[in-house]
């Protein structure tokens, strides 16, 4: 269990920093509110990291796919406020690495530009093609927003390379996943999002990760299934921090799945899982873990719904400790492990 604390603290190093500017620990405070990154939760308004322009200006569809296709790493496509991008036909839309996809939601009342698609088919809009490619202030909205099992599995962005980051946008109504990671990409953060409306039921995924170890950090999501979850395989981690678990959930709110969920005869649910100061406004259960995180999980500083102990499901290797619960913000008694999927007291 030590290696994943120097792993997962070295991975936050960023946000612990902003915590002690700001002359309080995060260790001390409990659930999302205390904020220590500088940003609102979700983003938008007070959002500091806005784009007022950049290398290439998109007004239209034909616009932005020519600008994706010249767009060198290190420039900025600028999508102005008060646009709207109807992309319904298009799949897989490349975004180049180095390369930035921005927008001004948060600046001066601006709900960011739409970019929408209509295609009730099977389909994911936006893919990483390079490393460090990132999208901020804007809006991205699929076609639909219901539980229903449609025949088509819709996806707003495919992530595949290291480093990516999506920060200050709204993401929502693509039935099967808003943000999805495989590829083994790691570093990417997703942060400061307002993530909703991805709950088709049997899947409905506001963050998926599949291989890769992603960092979810000062986010809002409500209306998924699972508001992130993870494959749980050999090289699949993520962090969520400073999050917003907003009451609408179809299923339990964080998820990791294990062996056997896949099928491949382990109990393996992930490499780390770190889920810390988080607030969870709803009744679905707040955490499972479908088996054991072959270097840990740690679980803390959140503020659950259930008491700690019910809040967290697990096989082994994870430890639940220093929560909060409920309405009266009841402070979580005794440590706990879980071991064999029952918590043991340490």
């Given at each position: 269990m030590e290696s994943v604390r120097a792993m997962v603290l070295a991975a936050v190093w960023l946000w612990v920093s902003c915590a002690l500017v700001m002359g309080q620990e995060a260790e001390d405070t409990f659930g999302c509110e205390a904020n220590p990154t500088g940003d609102p939760i979700g983003g938008g308004e007070g959002y500091r990291d806005i784009k007022t322009t950049g290398d290439f200006i998109a007004k239209s569809k034909d616009d932005l796919l020519a600008a994706l296709k010249e767009?060198?790493?290190?420039?900025?496509?600028f999508i102005p406020d008060g646009v709207e991008i109807d992309l319904t036909g298009e799949r897989n839309i490349a975004i180049p690495g180095g390369v930035t996809l921005a927008g001004t939601r948060g600046l001066?009342?601006?709900?960011?530009?739409?970019?929408?698609?209509s295609l009730r088919e099977g389909h994911t809009l936006f893919r990483t093609a390079g490393e460090k490619s990132r999208l901020t202030g804007l809006r991205f909205e699929g076609s639909f927003a219901g539980t229903e099992k449609v025949a088509y599995h819709a996806s707003f962005l495919s992530i595949s390379h290291y480093g990516c980051e999506v920060d200050n946008c709204e993401i929502y109504n693509f039935n099967?996943?808003?943000?999805?990671?495989?590829?083994a990409a790691i570093n990417v953060r997703i942060h400061h999002n307002y993530i909703h409306h991805c709950q088709r039921s049997g899947y409905g995924y506001?963050?998926?990760?599949?291989e890769g170890a992603v960092h979810i950090?000062?986010?809002?999501?409500?209306?998924?299934?699972?508001?992130?979850a993870a494959g749980g395989g050999p090289g699949c981690s993520y962090e969520v921090a400073w999050c917003l678990i907003m009451p609408n959930c179809t299923s339990y709110c964080l998820d990791v799945h294990g062996g056997s969920a896949r099928g491949d005869?382990?109990?393996?649910?992930?490499?780390?899982?770190?889920?810390?100061?988080?607030?969870?406004?709803?009744?679905?259960?707040e955490v499972l873990i479908g088996g054991t995180p072959s270097q840990g999980g740690e679980i803390h500083h959140n503020w659950f719904f259930h008491p700690p102990q019910e809040a967290v499901r697990s096989l082994s290797n994870t430890r639940v400790y220093s929560n909060i619960y409920g309405p009266e913000k009841k402070p979580q008694e005794k440590r706990i492990e879980l071991v064999d999927g029952k918590p043991v007291e340490y």
């Amino acid at each position: 269990m030590e290696s994943v604390r120097a792993m997962v603290l070295a991975a936050v190093w960023l946000w612990v920093s902003c915590a002690l500017v700001m002359g309080q620990e995060a260790e001390d405070t409990f659930g999302c509110e205390a904020n220590p990154t500088g940003d609102p939760i979700g983003g938008g308004e007070g959002y500091r990291d806005i784009k007022t322009t950049g290398d290439f200006i998109a007004k239209s569809k034909d616009d932005l796919l020519a600008a994706l296709k010249e767009a060198k790493a290190g420039q900025t496509i600028f999508i102005p406020d008060g646009v709207e991008i109807d992309l319904t036909g298009e799949r897989n839309i490349a975004i180049p690495g180095g390369v930035t996809l921005a927008g001004t939601r948060g600046l001066d009342g601006s709900a960011g530009a739409r970019i929408f698609t209509s295609l009730r088919e099977g389909h994911t809009l936006f893919r990483t093609a390079g490393e460090k490619s990132r999208l901020t202030g804007l809006r991205f909205e699929g076609s639909f927003a219901g539980t229903e099992k449609v025949a088509y599995h819709a996806s707003f962005l495919s992530i595949s390379h290291y480093g990516c980051e999506v920060d200050n946008c709204e993401i929502y109504n693509f039935n099967v996943s808003g943000i999805g990671v495989g590829g083994a990409a790691i570093n990417v953060r997703i942060h400061h999002n307002y993530i909703h409306h991805c709950q088709r039921s049997g899947y409905g995924y506001g963050v998926c990760v599949g291989e890769g170890a992603v960092h979810i950090v000062g986010n809002k999501f409500d209306h998924c299934r699972h508001h992130v979850a993870a494959g749980g395989g050999p090289g699949c981690s993520y962090e969520v921090a400073w999050c917003l678990i907003m009451p609408n959930c179809t299923s339990y709110c964080l998820d990791v799945h294990g062996g056997s969920a896949r099928g491949d005869n382990t109990d393996i649910a992930g490499d780390w899982i770190h889920i810390h100061h988080n607030t969870f406004q709803g009744e679905q259960l707040e955490v499972l873990i479908g088996g054991t995180p072959s270097q840990g999980g740690e679980i803390h500083h959140n503020w659950f719904f259930h008491p700690p102990q019910e809040a967290v499901r697990s096989l082994s290797n994870t430890r639940v400790y220093s929560n909060i619960y409920g309405p009266e913000k009841k402070p979580q008694e005794k440590r706990i492990e879980l071991v064999d999927g029952k918590p043991v007291e340490y």
